[in-house]
């Protein structure tokens, strides 16, 4: 893989993120100097380790594992299992195959899996939580194979889905294409949160502000932060080599949320379906590919 950069045009946004053009921030300044160097200067400026293609390769085996932990558990969803049975499930699957559930304890969460069901937006606790015909159920699972994490999620429907719940897998699914689409080497993060944003709000739904798509390889959550609402154009340019995560969460209703008591489950406050879904993508030399590439 080609780390290093295309030509920087004058009216190419700064790569420093600044959101200006090129001509009007740092030319002439240290990317001149360094823009052989995109890879030592995002590790200095920015703490994002691109990533090698043996880092890739591994990345990539453990998005394996993720999608097919998956797709174990998607049939398997149906009305009157718990959302604890999902979770016996990914951790069985995952420790069978030579992993580990990186949830587990996880700055103290207690599950191996988050399952977030109808109003929850992200960080469900698996537990007796029961469920029903209609429901919709997100299950996010991150792996962590021979050190190398990978992150990705679904929505699924139980049973019958009434209208709300179509629509609004339906826009959170879309919401992902457009994020995913959005990534190629010189766009921006702006550029990828513009896209999510714009979907979200042309079909009445509402982009969650506070949970945002992270860096992931090396540890659970590395930089860049990847805002799934933004303007175009702004924020960090994309380089060859980083891996991070989309994962829009998209209400039917308003944004705002409120956290439980158990200081994880964040549920829309309005009450309204919430939905998600994640893939984990790198940047190539050509555009974008997913480390963790679920049949849509």
């Not at 009216?11 to 052989?36: R, T």
């Not at 599950?111 to 109808?118: A, G, I, L, Q, T």
Request: aromatic content about 8%.
């Amino acid at each position: 893989m080609n780390l290093k950069p295309t030509k920087i045009g004058r009216n190419d946004p700064c790569p420093c993120g600044s959101g200006l053009k090129y001509k009007k921030c740092c030319v002439g300044k240290e990317f001149a100097a360094l823009a052989a160097d995109l890879e030592g200067l995002y590790a200095r400026k920015y703490r994002i380790r691109v990533k090698t293609p043996k880092d890739v390769e591994a990345i990539r085996r453990a998005g394996r594992l993720v999608v097919d932990t998956l797709e174990l558990v998607a049939p398997r969803i149906r009305p009157g299992i718990t959302t604890d049975d999902i979770n016996t499930w990914v951790h069985e699957f995952t420790v069978q195959n030579g992993a580990v559930p990186a949830p587990l304890n996880y700055r103290g969460y207690p599950k191996s899996v988050c399952v977030s069901v109808n109003e929850v937006i992200c960080h469900g606790i698996p537990g007796q939580r029961v469920i029903k015909d209609g429901d919709i159920v997100n299950v996010d699972v991150t792996s962590i194979l021979d050190g190398y994490y990978a992150d990705a999620n679904q929505t699924y429907f139980v049973g019958s889905p009434g209208p709300d719940a179509r629509k609004i897998v339906g826009v959170a699914r879309e919401c992902l294409r457009r994020g995913m689409a959005m990534v190629q080497a010189g766009n921006t993060v702006g550029d990828i949160g513009w896209a999510i944003q714009v979907h979200a709000e042309s079909q009445g739904c509402s982009v969650v502000r506070e949970f945002v798509g992270h860096g992931i390889g090396f540890d659970f959550h590395e930089p860049p932060q990847v805002p799934h609402f933004g303007r175009k154009g702004e924020g960090l340019a994309l380089i060859p080599g980083m891996v991070f995560t989309i994962e829009p969460m998209i209400n039917l209703g308003r944004k705002e949320l409120r956290i439980l008591e158990d200081e994880w489950t964040a549920v829309t406050r309005d009450g309204s379906l919430s939905a998600q879904f994640e893939q984990t993508v790198l940047v190539t030399d050509n555009g974008c590919e997913s480390l963790t590439p679920w049949e849509d």
